[in-house]
T-cell receptor, first 115, second 116 residues
Framework: NAGVTQTPKFQVLKTGQSMTLQCAQD?????MYWYRQDPGMGLRLIYY???????DKGEVPNGYNVSRLNKREFSLRLESAAPSQTSVYFC??????????????FGNGTRLTVT | AQTVTQSQPEMSVQEAETVTLSCTYD???????LFWYKQPPSRQMILVIR??????QNATENRFSVNFQKAAKSFSLKISDSQLGDTAMYFC?????????????FGTGTRLAVRP
């Protein structure tokens, strides 16, 4: 009963380095999301994928790219990390349409520090 | 655009007592959903309770209940018989009806500490 699995749990990068955050869900959900959480700002949507084969920008997409590899997996890539990208990153999934009957299910988050 | 406001950055309650967390939102939509998520120190985001705007009856999940005041655009969370395991950040969230998670807007959170 894994739900949404994110890797890694922690990561430290130097400015300019690149990395990919991995996310996989085993609930056969169609929609997947990447959020970032910063102190005092709640969660903000970076990118989402409403269904396999589609991706769209959220509120704060600059500096990130995503890939919906298949129905299960949705990765987030930082091509050239910046200190402003220091944050906790959450992956989530839901059925298409969301709503009260299909709320988001979250992974455990990745704490990323960029020095 | 919708906004969600949680005006209490931190709250504290004695174990076994009741506490209410406030949330207000601003929207011109008539069809929407509201959620409370809990984030314990483990960092996991856990859905606590949900409410459809078209339902007048307040949602209840065991010790958790909401006071949904649609006209006032208020959605408070009441935790009864508080337990140490309730210590967490609590986020209120708004979702426009007919949309997916791309329309989910979060408040800034309330940190709740349950004292033994």
């Amino acid at each position: 009963n894994a739900g949404v699995t994110q890797t890694p749990k922690f990561q430290v990068l130097k400015t300019g380095q690149s990395m990919t955050l991995q996310c996989a869900q085993d609930m056969n959900h169609n929609s997947m999301y990447w959020y970032r959480q910063d102190p005092g700002m709640g969660l903000r949507l970076i990118y989402y994928s409403a269904s396999e084969g589609t991706t769209d920008k959220g509120e704060v997409p600059n500096g990130y790219n995503v890939s919906r590899l298949n129905k299960r997996e949705f990765s987030l890539r930082l091509e050239s990390a910046a200190p402003s990208q220091t944050s906790v990153y959450f992956c989530a999934s839901s059925e298409i349409g969301g709503g009260a009957n299909s709320p988001l299910h979250f992974g455990n988050g990745t704490r990323l520090t960029v020095t | 655009a919708q906004t969600v406001t949680q005006s209490q950055p931190e709250m504290s309650v004695q174990e076994a007592e009741t506490v209410t967390l406030s949330c207000t939102y601003d929207t011109s939509e008539n069809n929407y959903y509201l959620f409370w998520y809990k984030q314990p120190p483990s960092r996991q985001m856990i859905l606590v309770i949900r409410q459809e705007a078209y339902k007048q009856q307040n949602a209840t999940e065991n010790r958790f209940s909401v006071n949904f005041q649609k006209a006032a655009k208020s959605f408070s969370l009441k935790i009864s018989d508080s337990q140490l395991g309730d210590t967490a950040m609590y986020f209120c969230a708004f979702m426009k009806g007919g949309s997916s998670g791309d329309k989910l807007t979060f408040g800034t959170g309330t940190r709740l500490a349950v004292r033994p």
